[in-house]
C-alpha cells in the first residue's frame, strides 16, 4: 500500500478511477530510472538519494515518482555511520556550548574543540558524528529488491487501488475463486453476505460497524482483502467510497490491477477460537467422518450461505453442514436466521451459543441446533452425526448380498469395506462361506491348514511372524490363537511358540 498523499485518482463524471501505470511505456521509464537511482546510491546518505528523486520530479509526476520510491524503500537497509555516539557526542557538545557562549562561527569551532579534548578525539570525529543519525545523513548499506520495471508497475497499480479502497464503506465482489476469498473476509474478521445476482453470486463486504451506520474505518482492511481478490483468475470489485463526504464508486476487474508472485493460501483459518478449539479436537478421534473447512456455497433463496465446516461420510457419498453460531449482532442473527429458513434440502446442524437465545428457532429451521457456552462440545456433535450414520448403515446394508465370496485368500474386513463402499460395520451381518473371520480378516480355510502344517511349538516368534506375512496374514496374536497357540516371553531373548493349556 502506499500512503493517501500518493494516492492518485481521477473523479471525471462523478466516479473514483485510480490513475493506472498499467503498461505505459513511459512509467516503465521512469520505474527503471527509480531503480537505477536506488542502484546506484548504495554506499550514500539518504539525502543524497532524495535529492536524485527530486531530479526524476522534474520531469515526471511527483506522486508517481514518489510511490514507486515507497515500495523501493521496503527493500532497502539504512544506517547511521559515524565514529562515535551521535546522541552522547551531542550531549556533550552542547554543555561545551553552554560554558562558551556560542554566537559565532568561532565559538561554535571552540565548543566543538572542548568537546574532541574532553572525549580524546580529533574535533573531526565530533563534527561527523554530531547529527549523523538524522535520517537525512543516514547511509544506503543495501538495495536487494526483487523488482524489475515491469513487476514494479504491477505491484504499484496494486498499492494504488489498495490505497484507493482506504475510504471505503463496502465493497462488492465476485470471483472465480469465491472460498478462498471468503476465507480472507472472515480472517480479517469482516461481516460478508452473497447474493445471486443476474451475472452470478456476488460477496458484499462490510465492517461491523455498518450494521449501525456507515463507517470506513475498516478501509485497510478492505485494502489487504484486495490482494486475496486480485489473485484470482477473473474477478470484478465495485467499493462504495466515502470521498470527504461525496459519495463515490470505484470499480474493479482483473485487467486494472494483478499480483506478482501470488502464492495460494492452503492452511487451514479460523474465525475464532472456538471454531479452532472443535476442529482440533474432532480431528483427533477416530471417527467415520472427515471434517472439511468452508465447504462451498449452500443455496438460500437469492442468496447463499458458506457453512464454517462440512462433515464427509468416509463410506459414502454423504455430506453434513455444521455452522457455529457465536457472538453475532442481534440484526446479523436476525440476517443468519432468515437464510437458513431458506436453504435448499441438505443435512445442516448449528451450533449456537446459548447467550443468543435463538436455539428454538434454529431447531425449526435446520436438522438440529446443538447449544454451547465458551466451547462446543464434541460429543454432541458427534451425537447428532450417529443419528446419521444410523440411516447409512441401514442403507449400505440394504445394498449389500445376505453372502459375499471374495476372490483373495485373505483379505481385512476393512479393505472388502472400501472395495463395496461401506463401513467396517456394515459387514457384521454377512455371511463370508468360504472364508472364516479371524481377528478382522477373512482367510479361507486352506491358508490356515497350510500354516498350521508349517509352524510348531519352541518356534521363535520372528520365525512364526515371517511365515504369517508369506500369507499376507498381518493379525498375529488372532492367527495363533485360532491355531492353538500362545507366546511365551523369556526376557530379552523374544517371544517363543507355545501350545495353549
Not at 458458506?306 to 440476517?335: L, Q, S
Request: charged share 30%.
Amino acid at each position: 500500500m502506499l500512503t493517501k498523499e500518493l494516492l492518485r485518482v481521477s473523479r471525471r463524471g462523478g466516479g473514483y478511477h485510480p490513475q493506472f501505470v498499467g503498461d505505459d511505456a513511459e512509467a516503465r521509464d521512469l520505474a527503471a530510472r527509480v531503480l537505477g537511482v536506488y542502484q546506484g546510491h548504495v554506499g550514500e546518505t539518504r539525502g543524497d538519494l532524495d535529492s536524485a528523486l527530486d531530479e526524476l520530479e522534474a520531469e515526471f509526476a511527483f506522486k508517481l515518482v514518489r510511490g514507486f520510491a515507497k515500495l523501493l524503500d521496503r527493500e532497502t537497509a539504512f544506517e547511521t555511520r559515524a565514529p562515535l555516539d551521535p546522541e552522547r557526542t551531542r550531549r556533550l557538545v552542547f554543555e561545551c556550548a553552554e560554558s562558551v557562549s556560542v554566537a559565532t562561527d568561532a565559538d561554535r569551532r571552540e565548543a566543538l574543540d572542548r568537546a574532541a579534548e574532553r572525549m580524546r578525539v580529533p574535533t573531526d570525529g565530533i563534527e561527523q558524528s554530531l547529527y549523523a543519525d538524522r535520517e537525512v545523513q543516514q547511509v544506503l548499506v543495501n538495495f536487494d529488491s526483487r523488482w524489475t520495471p515491469e513487476t514494479l508497475c504491477e505491484q504499484y497499480d496494486l498499492s494504488l487501488a489498495q490505497t484507493a479502497l482506504f475510504d471505503a464503506t463496502e465493497v462488492c465482489v465476485r470471483s472465480s475463486d469465491p472460498a478462498t476469498l471468503v476465507s480472507t473476509v472472515k480472517r480479517l474478521r469482516l461481516l460478508y453476505e452473497i447474493r445471486r445476482t443476474d451475472q452470478g453470486r456476488e460477496v458484499v463486504v462490510t465492517g461491523p460497524d455498518a450494521l449501525f451506520r456507515r463507517s470506513r474505518r475498516y478501509g485497510t482492511r478492505f485494502a489487504r482483502l484486495l490482494r486475496t481478490v486480485a489473485s484470482a483468475s477473473e474477478w470484478t470489485l465495485e467499493a462504495t467510497i466515502d470521498d470527504r463526504n461525496t459519495e463515490r464508486t470505484l470499480r474493479l476487474d482483473e485487467s486494472d490491477v494483478s499480483v506478482p508472485g501470488v502464492e495460494p493460501v492452503t492452511e487451514m483459518t479460523f474465525d475464532s477460537g472456538v471454531e479452532a478449539d472443535f476442529a482440533a479436537r474432532f480431528q483427533s478421534l477416530d471417527l467415520d467422518w472427515s471434517l472439511v473447512r468452508e465447504p462451498e456455497p449452500l443455496a438460500a433463496g437469492e442468496h447463499v450461505v458458506i457453512p464454517d465446516f462440512a462433515f464427509d461420510w468416509n463410506h459414502g457419498e454423504f455430506r453434513v453442514f455444521f455452522e457455529v453460531m457465536g457472538f453475532w449482532t442481534p440484526e446479523y442473527v436476525a440476517k443468519k436466521l432468515s437464510r437458513f429458513g431458506d436453504l435448499e434440502d441438505v443435512a445442516f446442524l448449528v451450533a449456537v451459543d446459548e447467550s443468543l437465545g435463538v436455539g428454538e428457532e434454529v431447531e425449526a429451521l435446520t436438522d438440529g441446533a446443538i447449544p454451547y457456552s465458551g466451547t462446543v462440545r464434541v460429543k454432541d456433535v458427534v451425537d447428532a452425526l450417529r443419528e446419521y450414520e444410523a440411516d447409512l448403515l441401514t442403507e449400505a446394508r440394504a445394498s449389500l448380498p445376505d453372502e459375499l465370496r471374495p476372490d483373495d485368500d485373505v483379505i481385512s474386513l476393512a479393505d472388502l469395506a472400501d472395495e463395496h463402499g461401506v463401513s467396517e460395520q456394515t459387514l457384521d451381518s454377512v455371511a463370508f462361506p468360504d472364508h472364516e473371520i479371524v481377528g478382522r480378516t477373512l482367510v479361507r480355510p486352506a491358508v490356515l491348514d497350510t500354516v498350521a502344517e508349517t509352524i510348531e511349538a519352541g518356534q521363535s516368534l520372528d520365525a512364526v511372524e515371517s511365515t504369517l506375512a508369506g500369507e499376507d496374514l498381518s493379525d498375529t496374536s488372532a492367527v495363533l490363537s485360532r491355531l492353538g497357540y500362545r507366546v511365551e516371553w523369556e526376557g530379552l531373548g523374544g517371544g517363543v511358540l507355545k501350545k495353549k493349556d
